[in-house]
């Protein structure tokens, strides 16, 4: 059932046969950045020429760090299936039904673990996979709808936390969970560990042996710092020795979630449960139990967190940086959707005072909301295909609107990232002051007077150019303190790097030819083996004991 909602979701896409881009006419949405990212983890996967640290495929080969420490394994699953499908559009199918599945597997395994009975669990399921949460991914390519799929996992571990007196701590539930989410996005892995903090006061509060929940905690800790040292390890190297651009600057108070029909994060449906839970904590709060209670109150206070209510431009006045981190606080309905529902789904078991046909019509009617509003979004995303669309002031046509249409069809996977390109300047190395980031990033890297030709090589990216004399040009390429050039087989420093990082040389009369490597500090690559080690360890284990438990007795 899970599997076939999943894919009744994306049938207006399937049909229409039609690439869905979110963020191309809006600033929310990520199409293009995570297009560029995977299809440079996919090439590396086709070529066998593995550059983990720098995209030498992607973001017109001008190799800049991203998927070393954004999403850096989910990059190379999502690669694979780009790999193996072989066009963006059905990527885009396989992947967003297998995100929708992954959600609502992973809420139907919470709901039963916290015994929930079987039939509200596959409709908790069902919702979930259709909330915003989780769809994002198919409607706007946003990169934290995987790790909303994997984040019931982490509740799961946090309400274990606070149910469980004799274990004290579910040590490889939590070290994994929260692993996978910084495998994923790094953002909400971090509003997760804001999730766990009640859960692990409460559970330590418990607790007649505390010094053991405490040493598990640092175990899982350790455990947790093992299976993501590939992240922490590159982005601590890269920021000991290179300053690095702010993602974009937002207003938030701008961003948060306001009641209404029209509302994606927080419309009738998740209204309609929020005001359930409400109702729950005011009027019946002593038949509830206290994993009830907990997940209720952490669940709206997210909700708060999300909200026109917080006082958001008083907050961004005295911490400016979070415009730049956090960039939208309706990014808290991810943490806040789960526990929203799976609190709504504790009382609608419990609460025999509501006759139980009521309880299932009123789950079934969200269901059904949602369903239908994500039918008329995927139809009205794909109908987008076919018009002449504004882009957003970030994105750059580059081609009459057919010859993007057919670019983004055709089975050369780089002729769409070449019709349309984003100017991005997460991550990019911060060399002086700018006053519009993203216009200089379009000016440097991708639009250039010179033709340039790229190639990757085991050794690193070759940039290749005739020059009718000698004199300074500016290469589409960027240059971290961990990056090595050599022009022409001698090791060369840049005359000049504009305030992005982009590089300037003095080339030679004829051809030349540029040779880029990343140098990473050796205990960053020892880092990255210990981080792949462990995970195939894990996965080895895991793999066992399903074996384990299915033999027979």
Not at 270 to 280: P, R, T
Request: charge should be positive; hydrophobic fraction near 50%.
């Amino acid at each position: 059932m899970i599997l076939l909602v999943s894919i009744a979701v994306m049938m207006p896409q399937i049909l229409g046969h039609q690439v869905i881009l979110g963020g191309v006419t809006t600033v929310q949405g990520d199409a293009l950045f995570h297009f560029n990212r995977i299809y440079d983890a996919m090439m590396q996967l086709k070529t066998l020429h593995f550059h983990y640290f720098v995209s030498d495929f992607g973001f017109n080969q001008s190799a800049r760090v991203i998927n070393a420490v954004y999403g850096p394994f989910s990059s190379y699953i999502y690669g694979a299936v780009l790999l193996v499908t072989g066009s963006w559009w059905l990527f885009q199918i396989i992947s967003s039904i297998g995100i929708l599945y992954l959600g609502g597997l992973t809420f139907f395994y919470l709901a039963r673990q916290v015994e929930l009975d079987r039939g509200l669990a596959l409709v908790g399921s069902l919702i979930y996979l259709n909330t915003e949460a989780i769809t994002s991914w198919a409607t706007a390519q946003k990169g934290a709808a995987l790790a909303a799929a994997i984040l019931p996992l982490v509740i799961l571990a946090a309400v274990k936390m606070i149910q469980q007196k004799e274990h004290a701590l579910p040590i490889w539930l939590l070290a994994i969970g929260l692993s996978l989410l910084v495998q994923v996005h790094n953002l909400t892995a971090l509003m997760a560990v804001m999730l766990l903090i009640p859960f692990w006061l409460i559970g330590l509060i418990r607790q007649q042996q505390w010094w053991l929940f405490v040493k598990h905690t640092l175990l899982a800790a350790l455990i947790f710092m093992v299976l993501t040292a590939n992240v922490w390890a590159t982005l601590l190297d890269l920021t000991l020795h290179n300053r690095l651009m702010n993602p974009v600057n937002f207003v938030l108070a701008s961003y948060t979630t306001v009641p209404s029909i029209l509302s994606h994060w927080l419309g009738i449906p998740i209204l309609i449960l929020v005001m359930w839970q409400l109702y729950q904590l005011i009027f019946r709060w002593r038949l509830l139990s206290l994993t009830n209670r907990v997940v209720a109150l952490v669940g709206l206070f997210f909700v708060f967190l999300s909200s026109a209510l917080m006082p958001w431009q008083l907050i961004q006045d005295n911490l400016p940086i979070l415009g730049s981190l956090l960039q939208f606080p309706a990014r808290f309905m991810i943490i806040a959707t789960p526990l929203i529902l799976l609190g709504s789904l504790q009382t609608v078991q419990t609460d025999l005072q509501v006759p139980r046909h009521w309880r299932q019509t009123g789950s079934i009617v969200v269901l059904a909301l949602l369903f239908v509003g994500n039918l008329q979004t995927v139809t009205s995303e794909t109908q987008q295909w076919s018009t002449n669309f504004t882009t957003s002031s970030s994105v750059q046509k580059h081609g009459t609107m057919h010859q993007i249409r057919q670019a983004w069809l055709s089975p050369k996977l780089a002729a769409g990232l070449q019709r349309l390109t984003k100017d991005t300047s997460d991550y990019l190395p911060k060399m002086g002051k700018t006053a519009d980031a993203y216009h200089l990033v379009n000016h440097s890297i991708y639009t250039s007077t010179t033709t340039f030709h790229k190639r990757v090589t085991r050794q690193g990216l070759q940039v290749d150019w005739n020059a009718p004399q000698a004199t300074p040009i500016q290469v589409p390429v960027v240059k971290y303190q961990q990056t090595h050039l050599k022009l022409n087989g001698q090791t060369i420093q840049p005359l000049h790097q504009n305030a992005v990082g982009v590089i300037t040389v003095q080339s030679h009369q004829g051809l030349n030819q540029l040779l880029v490597t990343y140098q990473p500090a050796r205990w960053v690559s020892i880092s990255l083996v210990v981080a792949m080690v462990s995970w195939l360890i894990v996965g080895v284990e895991i793999i066992r004991r399903k074996c384990e438990h299915h033999q027979p007795r």
